[in-house]
């Protein structure tokens, strides 16, 4: 599949819905290089274990709408061919929205104004339109719609759903870069302070009793997992693939252990795809998966 379409028009976002529908992604390869890209050498697989979708547009390297157009004519003349043009097109007013919005140049308008850049682009690209198999108009879109709108042209999905990781962390060693929603549970009953419990971890069973034996606790954790549970299917409707619940403690080896792995156990009885990941357990912060964190 060759996606390409108005510079602005949302290739960027379609690649990444085709990515995470199990597609192989490769954007901006020169069109010399297309032909080469599509017929492996003697000794590499003759069928990729992907469908390919490359991204081309005017910025691509010796970019040319006629050799673009002959490449895919004589690509689909192969019996085994079966390529398709995807065109993303949208109104001037939300393309010069969204260039405001970004503060990007055109890439047809280096000094012009954005206007002229976009009129222009669209009686460069006008042939590519008409030949498309798929034309979408993204005008108003959001991300989350314009992967809607793929999903029933081209069935995509992602193998298990949303797929949520609940990761355990030390404040001292700072916020997980990664995180989509962070949980403090400092104020719940440290076992730090226990010089039995000191040397063990949220994995340890005494641990968990104490922590659970907080009052504070279990009013805590049904308000947690009240707040999680409705957004969960949101977050999927919305197109989001993965999604990283952050839970921090000061030491990253007692409380929000105990507390990751509370949550994550009731988050997979609700049926989701749920990996454990404990950075802080070790001394070394590496981030360590729960199967091979053992107790201190």
């Known amino acids: 599949m060759i996606v390409t379409g108005l510079s602005g028009a949302g290739k960027t976002t379609a690649l990444g819905a085709l990515a995470d529908g199990g597609y192989e992604i490769v954007d901006g390869v020169p069109l010399s290089l297309l032909g080469r890209l599509l017929r492996p050498d003697r000794g590499e697989a003759a069928v990729a274990p992907h469908p390919l979708a490359i991204g081309?547009?005017?910025?691509?390297?010796?970019?040319?709408?006629?050799?673009?157009?002959?490449?895919?004519?004589?690509?689909?003349?192969?019996?085994?061919?079966?390529?398709?043009?995807?065109?993303?097109?949208?109104d001037e007013e939300d393309l010069r929205r969204r260039y405001t919005v970004t503060r990007r140049r055109h890439p047809l308008a280096a000094t012009a104004p954005v206007s002229e850049g976009i009129a222009l682009e669209r009686q460069i690209l006008a042939p590519l339109r008409e030949r498309a198999d798929i034309a979408i108009d993204t005008t108003g879109l959001s991300p989350s719609e314009l992967k809607a709108i793929l999903d029933g042209q081209f069935g995509l999905s992602v193998e298990g759903g949303l797929v949520i990781q609940v990761v355990s962390f030390s404040y001292r060693s700072g916020l997980p870069r990664e995180a989509d929603l962070v949980f403090d549970v400092r104020f719940l009953a440290n076992p730090h302070y226990d010089p039995e419990l000191k040397p063990l971890t949220g994995l340890d069973e005494a641990v968990g009793h104490h922590i659970a034996g907080d009052r504070m606790f279990k009013p805590f954790f049904d308000s947690l997992t009240r707040l999680l549970d409705p957004l969960l299917p949101r977050y999927s409707a919305e197109g989001k693939c993965?999604?990283?619940?952050a839970v921090g403690c000061t030491g990253g080896r007692h409380r929000s252990v105990f507390v990751a792995e509370e949550l994550a156990q009731h988050l997979r009885a609700l049926g989701g795809n749920v990996e454990v990941y404990h950075r802080d357990l070790t001394r070394s912060g590496a981030l360590v998966p729960v199967a091979e964190a053992g107790a201190s």
Not at 242 to 245: A, D, G, N, S
């Open 56 to 90: 081309v547009d005017v910025r691509t390297r010796d970019f040319s709408v006629e050799d673009l157009l002959r490449f895919i004519d004589e690509r689909n003349a192969e019996a085994s061919a079966n390529m398709r043009l995807v065109f993303l097109f949208c």
């Open 242 to 245: 993965y999604l990283t619940i």
